[in-house]
């Protein structure tokens, strides 16, 4: 019995959520003390509709991490399909349904595109990504001219409120749409990778690619469905976007690719596949959050924010790769007794 609990134990030790879960309470419990207003309820829920986005598309880069791909493209998806979507809701006046359709469509587009540039040209993953991002954000800023679209339809721009009370300090906290849709997301990811037959295969392919295929896997098929559901996501969050500010700006989105990835990465989701958790991903976003808000609070400077990305990616490659070594030694080191 002590046995089996100190097995567990050590299981639960090398969780990555569980490290995360501590890190979080320290770092919270120092702003709580250190920055005025910090933990207070407006404030935590002010920030999940802040990252409510980056939540979206981080669960979607989540399964291209676990599919042993990686895709650097989203923000430009998220740009190029909000953008689409607007032009169709603001000039050609189409209804809700539809836009919102045509929306989701350009973004799975744009990831199968990836996935065939990765798949059927064999374009390493992060050089069909970023050319792809290069070429959708640089056609997007010629043809818009870089000119936002403000006068969207008031069905878009209107804020959907779920939950509303008034606290005794007089704060208003309000659930709106984009922490809904977040946790729908998130719902919808976790069941389908931990208990959709898809989800299996996508973890058996990152982890080893042709033992997944010897056992039936259809790898093109998954590549499609991993990068397609990545760009379905980047689409949705950049339409909530646009829910959230009022208007459709072409560049809206540029620059969040790093913290997306830090993310993912903080969540034990592995730059080499078949590796991670939705839970993990989520607590990497709160991660981050955290530490954004808190430092600015501070009145610290966002330069220092992007150094803590920047670590933050260094290390779990460093870890990701040192990791993948003592694997291989250990595979070479139990199989030589055999050869022997």
Not at 187 to 207: C, D, F, K, N, P
Not at 217 to 245: D, E
């Amino acid at each position: 019995m002590p046995e089996r609990a100190s097995s567990a134990f050590a299981r639960w030790r090398r969780r990555p959520e569980l490290w995360l879960l501590l890190v979080i309470l320290i770092v919270g419990t120092i702003f709580s003390v250190t920055a005025r207003g910090f933990l207070t309820l407006p404030n935590i829920i002010d920030l999940l509709e802040t990252y409510s986005v980056q939540a979206i598309i981080a669960m979607g880069l989540f399964v291209v991490l676990v599919s042993g791909g990686i895709d650097i493209s989203f923000a430009a998806t998220a740009s190029v399909a909000q953008y689409c979507a607007a032009l169709l809701a603001a000039r050609a006046g189409l209804p809700a349904p539809v836009v919102i359709v045509a929306g989701l469509t350009v973004g799975a587009a744009l990831g199968c595109l990836n996935a065939a540039l990765i798949h059927y040209l064999r374009i390493t993953s992060i050089i069909a990504t970023i050319s792809m991002m290069s070429i959708t954000f640089s056609l997007l800023m010629y043809f818009s001219g870089g000119r936002s679209i403000y006068d969207l339809p008031d069905w878009w721009t209107t804020r959907v409120t779920f939950y509303r009370t008034e606290l005794e300090s007089g704060d208003i906290v309000r659930i709106t749409l984009p922490i809904v849709v977040m946790a729908a997301v998130a719902l919808i990811t976790w069941v389908l990778m931990t208990r959709a037959s898809v989800g299996r295969q996508i973890y058996a392919m990152g982890g080893n690619p042709e033992a997944a295929r010897r056992v039936g896997a259809k790898i093109g098929l998954l590549t499609f469905f991993a990068y397609g559901y990545l760009g379905v996501l980047a689409a949705l969050g950049g339409m909530l976007q646009a829910h959230r500010v009022g208007e459709s700006v072409p560049n809206a989105m540029v620059n969040t690719e790093l913290a997306v990835l830090s993310a993912a990465v903080l969540g034990g989701a592995s730059l080499n596949g078949g590796a991670g958790t939705v839970p993990g991903v989520l607590l990497g976003i709160v991660l981050l959050a955290i530490l954004q808000n808190g430092l600015n609070l501070l009145g610290v400077s966002s330069y220092f924010f992007q150094i803590v990305i920047g670590i933050t990616i260094l290390v779990s490659t460093s870890i990701t790769v040192i990791s993948s070594r003592r694997g291989r030694r250990h595979r070479i080191l139990g199989e030589e007794p055999a050869n022997g």
